[in-house]
């Protein structure tokens, strides 16, 4: 089993829609986690981060759920200017000094006019 | 401008000879990364280094080298370039190991022939 999943899409989604991503974790050990945006051909941004509270910026909205493992993001109003590739990050602690950043297979959204 | 550059963006090379994948940031990040990204793969890291002179093997580091001899300098060395390295590469600096809020370079696609 991967330690980050996310289905890979696409889901096209007409513009103004919610649309919603899940992406699941393996480890209980993970200690934080990330929302990265890729745009086609582009290098990954980071878009938020997830807090255990719940995270709000603008439009989009990202959540954990520690109990079931896994982060979601809401997009709300859906903009052409959305279409892209998302990416969840998971930070996992393995003990000691050394943290390890796993990257999920991203998402594609492709929002129609 | 707060970057991390990469170079070259693009090559092509054939089987067996050495390139050099040059990253560089001027933020002062003490923590850099190379990943490859493949179709359905996703983000895999080759190597990491938390700070000057202080590098370690991320999950696909076979065929690869790098050097951290500068803190804004981490080179990506693939001494016998095979096909199945082809593939886009990205550098990515942090603050810290563990925050998980990477800023990435903008790619170097390698087409190994």
């Known amino acids: 089993r991967k330690e980050v999943e996310q289905d890979p899409g696409p889901f096209n989604v007409p513009e103004g829609a919610t649309v919603a991503f899940n992406c699941t974790y393996s480890n209980s050990a993970s200690q934080s986690f990330f929302w990265y945006r890729q745009d086609c051909r582009k290098e990954p941004k980071l878009l938020m981060s997830v807090y255990s509270s719940g995270n709000e910026d603008g439009r989009f909205t990202a959540q954990l759920n520690r109990a079931s493992q896994y982060i979601s993001l809401l997009i709300r109003d859906s903009k052409l200017s959305d279409s892209a590739t998302y990416l969840c990050?998971?930070?996992?602690?393995?003990?000691?000094?050394?943290?390890?950043?796993?990257f999920g297979t991203g998402t594609l959204l492709a929002v129609q006019p | 401008e707060a970057q991390v550059t990469q170079n070259p963006r693009y090559l092509i090379t054939v089987t067996g000879k050495k390139l050099t994948v040059t990253c560089s940031q001027n933020?002062?990040?003490?923590?850099m990364s190379w990943y490859r990204q493949d179709p359905g793969l996703g983000l895999r890291q080759i190597y990491y280094s938390m700070n000057v002179e202080v590098t370690d093997k991320g999950d696909v580091p076979e065929g690869y080298k790098v050097s951290r001899k500068e803190k804004r300098n981490f080179p990506l060395i693939l001494e016998s370039p095979s096909p199945n390295q082809t593939s886009l590469y990205f550098c990515?600096?942090?603050?810290?190991?563990?925050?998980?809020?990477?800023?990435f370079g903008e790619g170097s696609r390698l087409t190994v022939l």
């Open positions: 933020m002062n990040h003490e923590y």
């Open positions: 990515a600096s942090s603050w810290q190991m563990n925050t998980g809020e990477l800023f």
């Open positions: 990050a998971v930070n996992i602690g393995y003990g000691g000094a050394t943290n390890k950043l796993i």
